[in-house]
Nanobody
Framework: QVHLVESGGGFVQAGGSLRLSCAASGRTFSSYAMGWFRQAPGKEREFVATISRSGGTTYYTDSVKGRFTISRDNAKNAVYLQMNSLKPEDTAVYYC?????????????????????WGQGTQVTVSS
């Protein structure tokens, strides 16, 4: 089991930046591949970014490539999402998620169903 708590959301104007953090507690954090998802009002939760347990492999959805950066600090049991050049369409509740990497250092996941552990979410609002 792992418990996840997101922070860092807020209100920002288009073109601005935010950094989301996700603090993990429970089992060994470095055992998990981590992901960020988001859910806008009236829409399904969608994949944003993922990072392998080692931090050496990352993957992004096309709409955020070049603007968002996912990173992790296994010593601090934390994963981050740096969001730059924010757009109104980035407005959503952002969720941190964890999935057991089963010992594979480069494994990552992009599907919701691959992640059994979720945080409560943090709201990001981007005004035009």
């Amino acid at each position: 089991q792992v418990h996840l708590v997101e922070s860092g959301g807020g209100f920002v104007q288009a073109g601005g930046s935010l950094r989301l953090s996700c603090a993990a507690s429970g089992r060994t954090f470095s055992s998990y591949a981590m992901g960020w998802f988001r859910q806008a009002p009236g829409k399904e939760r969608e994949f944003v970014a993922t990072i392998s347990r080692s931090g050496g492999t990352t993957y992004y959805t096309d709409s955020v490539k070049g603007r968002f950066t996912i990173s992790r600090d296994n010593a601090k049991n934390a994963v981050y999402l740096q969001m730059n050049s924010l757009k109104p369409e980035d407005t959503a509740v952002y969720y941190c998620a964890a999935a057991d990497a089963w010992g594979y250092t480069s494994t990552y996941y992009t599907r919701r169903q691959d992640y059994p552990y979720w945080g409560q979410g943090t709201q990001v609002t981007v005004s035009s």
